[in-house]
T-cell receptor
Framework: AQSVTQPDIHITVSEGASLELRCNYSYGATPYLFWYVQSPGQGLQLLLK????DTLVQGIKGFEAEFKRSQSSFNLRKPSVHWSDAAEYFC??????????????WGLGTSLAVNP | NAGVTQTPKFQVLKTGQSMTLQCAQD?????MYWYRQDPGMGLRLIYYSASEGTTDKGEVPNGYNVSRLNKREFSLRLESAAPSQTSVYFC????????????FGSGTQLSVL
């Protein structure tokens, strides 16, 4: 079955510290992978995506993620966290259903808190 | 640049009442989606519309109906609201074809008493 697992429900880091949010997926073919961020009271915004090619992808707001096929992972990283990065982060996998219409499978999210 | 606009932002209903959540996008996107977000359950797809004139069920369609009124608008209707439908609802759209980027509205917080 296709699934996305974000093992960490909640993470707290200090401002200026590095960050890594984990995402593992189960999918039968090469996946399309995404990270979205949700600030309080807002909709989700795309941070970055992986379709093919270079396995290290750069996104907005200084985030990057690395696709590791052997580990079925797509972890999100940032070298120095800012207080404004406090938000909910969602990993998602792009799947294709029988009707050839792609739908996303979502992880349950990781809530990030940033200490001053 | 309005993007995806959802109305209303907040709504309180009594059990059994009906209502329609409105969604409109001004980006000429082909595909539109309705999700619900609940604590500990992430985002779950209710219905989607791959293109104008088509709609399909997602993971949790029971108790909902949708209408793709035109390319811009995709509404979600609760015919007889139940407390289990208390949730935050998000509309999203994407260009379609090979583009996977979803654009989200800011959500509707619905409480059913």
């Amino acid at each position: 079955a296709q699934s996305v697992t974000q093992p960490d429900i909640h993470i707290t880091v200090s401002e200026g510290a590095s960050l890594e949010l984990r995402c593992n997926y189960s999918y039968g073919a090469t996946p399309y992978l995404f990270w979205y961020v949700q600030s309080p009271g807002q909709g989700l915004q795309l941070l970055l995506k992986y379709f093919s090619g270079d396995t290290l992808v750069q996104g907005i707001k200084g985030f990057e993620a690395e696709f590791k096929r052997s580990q079925s992972s797509f972890n999100l990283r940032k070298p120095s966290v800012h207080w404004s990065d406090a938000a909910e982060y969602f990993c998602a996998v792009g799947a294709r259903n029988a009707g050839n219409n792609r739908k996303l499978i979502w992880g349950l999210g990781t809530s990030l808190a940033v200490n001053p | 640049n309005a993007g995806v606009t959802q109305t209303p932002k907040f709504q309180v209903l009594k059990t059994g009442q009906s209502m329609t959540l409105q969604c409109a996008q001004d980006m000429n996107h082909n595909s539109m989606y309705w999700y619900r977000q609940d604590p500990g359950m992430g985002l779950r797809l209710i219905y989607y519309s791959a293109s104008e004139g088509t709609t399909d069920k997602g993971e949790v369609p029971n108790g909902y109906n949708v209408s793709r009124l035109n390319k811009r608008e995709f509404s979600l209707r609760l015919e007889s609201a139940a407390p289990s439908q208390t949730s935050v609802y998000f509309c999203a759209s994407r260009v379609g074809g090979g583009s996977e980027k979803l654009f989200f509205g800011s959500g509707t917080q619905l409480s059913v008493l």
